[in-house]
C-alpha cells in the first residue's frame, strides 16, 4: 500500500510518501505529481515513509528528479537504490 498526502502552500508544495513504491502504485505517485504541477510550480517528495520500492519506483522517481523534483528524507538505502546502488 502506498499512502500519499498533499502538503505544503501554493509555488511549493510537498508530497508526502509512505509505504511501498512498487509497479502497481507507481502511477497513483506520477499522477499525483503530475495534479500538483498544473497548480505549482515545484513538488518535493518527502520519501521518509518509504517502506520498500521496486525497479519500477526507482525508475520513476529517478525521472522525477531529473524532472527537477526535489526528493527529501531519502532513507541510506532509498539513496543509495537511486545513486546506482543495487535494488
Known sequence: MLRITNIGTNGARTLKVEGRL???WVPELSRAVADVLKDDSRVALNLGGITSLDQSGVV???????????LLECST?????LDGGSE
Do not use: D
Open 22 to 24: 512498487a509497479a502497481e
Open 77 to 81: 538505502f532509498v539513496s543509495s537504490v
Open 60 to 70: 520513476l522517481l529517478r525521472a522525477l528528479r531529473a524532472q527537477g523534483c526535489e
